[in-house]
Structure formats: C-alpha cells, structure tokens
C-alpha cells in the first residue's frame, strides 16, 4: 500500500511540475518559415537604364491584418526597426501601387490568424508573408494579390507566394530595365505567441517583433 501511495504522490508532482513549466512558458515558435532572396548583378550603367526608387531614405509600409490590435502592434515594432537606420517610415491605406518605384516597400500581408485559450496558457498566431523591396516595386504585389486565386490558405500557397513574390519582382525589374534589383521575401506559416498563465505578455507585440526582426536583417543585408 504505501508503495501505490508514494507512486501516486510522485505521479501527481511529476504533473505538478509540468503544468508549472506549461503555465511560465512564453515565447515565439513557427510551425514553417522560410525566405527568398535576390540581389542580382547590377546591369551595366548604360542609356535606357535608370535607378530606383526615387527616395530610398523613404519606406511605404503597408500593413494587411485581420486584427486591429495586431496591425496596431507590427506598424509600431516596423517603425522602431527602420528608423533604427536611418529611414523615414510612411504607413499608407491607398493602393500600394500608387507608390512604385518612389521609395523602398514594405508589405506585411497576414490572411490567417488563430486563437487558443486553455487552462495553462494561451496562444495567438498568424500565416504570411513579409515582402521588401529596395527599388519600391509595388506593382508585383499589387498584380500578383489580384491574379491569385486561392479559396483557403494553406502552408503551400504561402509558400508559393513568397517564391512568386520574389521571383516575379526580379523579372518585372528586368524588364523595365532597372539597376536596383533587391527583394525579399520572408514567410512563416503558423507563427505562434505562446503566454503561460502565470506569465505576463502581449502575444500581438511578440508577433510584430519576431516580423520586425527579420525586416531589420533585410535592411542590414547589402
């Protein structure tokens, strides 16, 4: 008997213990992320060539979330980022692609969100794509979001779009013969703020950061 008693006591700890550690847990975590990179070779700088954008100290950032405190959070963690080198943030709600090639580009585009509230701790996370360009090509977001045809977002079309996004802005630059080729393309997939009920946290603020942080490596890359 007092061996089933001590079992019984040492089960109920163990379970003790790691409904604690659940409850103080609190980070970031991504199910799938990637990224998309291209800097390729300037073209030679000769007649019908021309640079871009217009005002590269100036950064367009649009912002397209499902939830207002959410939105709030990534434009407030974007500007601390690209102020920190030196850049003058423009957050706009018209069209993006009235600002082509007029200064650098920042979209955030987050179709999916989810939230979980359970006994020891909650969780709020998001589905996107972080997109910027150096030359300001807006007009391949703008083109690329309105030929998809996509009825649900999975881990796939993400992905897929952030491969197009990259892959058909360096195209377009081509063609219109423009020096300044640089994009990039960040996407995650189920990227989620963990807060523990014993722990205090913003999940919207730990999202926005873990976006910002990797828009201030793009802006640090040469």
Known sequence: MGRVIWLGLSAVIVLSLAAVALASESGVFSGLSGKYQASPSAAPNVSGWRSAPEDPQTVYVSIIAPNARLK??????????????????????????????????????????????????????VSGVLYYSYPGDAKTFAELMLSRNVPEETSETIKELARELSSSSVRRLREERVLNQSVSVAYWWNLRAVVGKLRKGDPYGMIAREIAAQLNEFLGDP
Do not use: M
């Open 72 to 125: 709030e959070a990534v434009e407030s963690a974007l500007d601390n980022v690209t102020r920190s080198h030196g850049l003058r943030p423009v957050h706009v709600s018209e069209p993006i692609a009235d600002h082509d090639l007029k200064g650098r580009i920042v979209i955030v585009y987050l179709p999916v969100d989810f939230w979980s509230d359970g006994l020891l701790r909650s969780e709020y996370g």
